[in-house]
Nanobody
Framework: QVQLVESGGGLVQAGGSLRLSCVAA????????MGWYRQAPGKQRELVAT???????NYADSVKGRFTISRDSAKNTVYLQMNSLKPEDTAVYYC??????????????WGQGTQVTVNS
């Protein structure tokens, strides 16, 4: 079994900062990439940022320059540092991992989501 456990969401004023964390735990042989997606009420889930095992990153245009994704490969953990938050960043943030399961091979897993609310 594999689980992605997120933490760090919450309520913040516009202009503030939050740091999300996600730990991948279980029968994992390796992780190819991890990332963060978000879904606001009434909207589709969208990519926020991803990072590969080699450290290459990709960001949505809407968060470039404000959000930073990083990872600790030894801990199977990915972080999302969110600065200069805006009300439009309000959403449920989901962790995603493209990994190799010990028994089942290449799989994609999702976390349960963590709420981020930015007040104006």
């Amino acid at each position: 079994q594999v689980q992605l456990v997120e933490s760090g969401g919450g309520l913040v004023q516009a202009g503030g900062s939050l740091r999300l964390s996600c730990v991948a735990a279980g029968s994992i042989t390796g992780i190819n990439a991890m990332g963060w997606y978000r879904q606001a009420p009434g909207k589709q889930r969208e990519l926020v940022a991803t990072i590969t095992s080699g450290g290459s990153t990709n960001y949505a245009d809407s968060v470039k320059g404000r959000f930073t994704i990083s990872r600790d490969s030894a801990k199977n953990t990915v972080y999302l540092q969110m600065n200069s938050l805006k009300p439009e960043d309000t959403a449920v943030y989901y962790c995603n991992a493209d990994l190799v399961h010990m028994l089942w091979g290449k799989r994609v897993y999702w976390g349960q989501g963590t709420q981020v609310t930015v007040n104006s």
